[in-house]
């Protein structure tokens, strides 16, 4: 009797991979087991993991690294969901001869989540909705974004979109990056202005930018600082981008209205984590692409990844 592939997909939190679509051909040949859970121990995933010849990973959240890939000898495959998984070491798989599959990804959610954010801090909603089930009425005051300023922190797919969102709402927009220009900004209906005025004048301060060793941590207290009492911060794009202790004060200290975060250095986000008690946190699950349309990306295209190394 021919073994059957063993196959492990992981961080599936809401118990949902096998409802898209039809796996029934995929289990004929080979075993799959789903993991709900999120292990963050090292020797945890790699005891977890040793038996399996593929792996699909939600793009990051179990790392990948060197230490781990190179105790995992039935690897052969891993499928990632999205282009890019920085929680993957790419180069030693390659050097331990795993495949790395990415699927296709639909970058929808990640702005409408943002905009998302941005409307339940300027409208208070949250507060406002759970003082109405407490039997309360117009507790708080909320802002209008006709007129008010927006500063984007990165005008890739994803801050663009928002800059769309933004001039819908008749809103000023200005932007900074390292690398924008004059021209790409204008392109976008959006001013080009130093990192410190975008800070020190914006009503809603946003970050859009890819994670890597030259982006970390790059705002700072430093810039938090220049916000207005006023103005709210987002972030849901990565957690490090943000020195996240310096974010903690300016909010313990109520330097600013409000965050919405969904994105965090370490995630899930540690039960006693302030970020779950502050007032003035707005706090979300990293959901930014997870919605029904990119899920049904994803796993169609997990799905294929696998039927098509398990008909070779």
């Not at 943000?242 to 975060?261: F, H, Q, T």
């Not at 970020?275 to 959901?287: S, Y």
Request: charged fraction near 25%.
């Amino acid at each position: 009797m021919k073994t059957l592939a063993q196959i492990a997909i992981l961080d599936d939190y809401q118990n949902v991979a096998l409802t898209y679509g039809d796996w029934s051909e995929i289990e004929e040949l080979a075993e799959i087991t789903v993991f709900n859970d999120h292990l963050t121990e090292t020797n945890e995933i790699i005891d977890r993991l040793k038996p399996y010849q593929i792996i699909a990973v939600m793009r990051e959240r179990t790392p990948m690294t060197r230490e781990i890939l190179s105790q995992l000898p039935n690897l052969k495959l891993i499928i990632s969901t999205g282009q890019r998984n920085a929680s993957i070491d790419i180069k030693a798989a390659e050097e331990l001869g795993i495949t790395i599959s990415p699927t296709r990804y639909e970058s929808n959610g990640a702005p409408e989540l943002t905009w998302a954010l941005l409307l339940a801090l300027a409208k208070h909603l949250v507060r406002e909705s759970d003082n109405v089930r407490k039997g309360g009425w117009q507790t708080e005051i909320g802002v209008d974004l006709k007129g008010k300023t927006i500063g984007i922190i990165g005008l890739g797919n994803i801050g663009s979109a928002i800059a769309r969102y933004a001039r819908a709402f008749e809103m000023e927009v200005i932007a900074w990056s390292e690398n924008l220009t004059e021209e790409k900004a204008h392109a976008q209906g959006a001013k080009l202005v130093s990192k410190e005025e975008l800070f020190r004048t914006a009503d809603f301060v946003t970050v859009h930018l890819i994670l890597s060793s030259r982006s970390r941590n790059i705002i700072t207290g430093k810039e938090l600082d220049l916000m207005k009492p006023g103005a709210f911060f987002i972030n849901t794009s990565r957690g490090p981008l943000v020195d996240e202790k310096a974010l903690i004060a300016v909010l313990k200290k109520k330097k600013i209205a409000a965050a919405g975060l969904d994105v965090y250095d370490l995630e899930p986000l540690p039960a006693q984590h302030p970020f779950r008690t502050l007032p003035n946190v707005l706090a979300t699950p990293h959901i930014g692409y997870v919605t029904a349309d990119t899920y049904q990306i994803f796993y169609e295209d997990i799905k294929r990844n696998i039927e098509e190394w398990l008909g070779e």
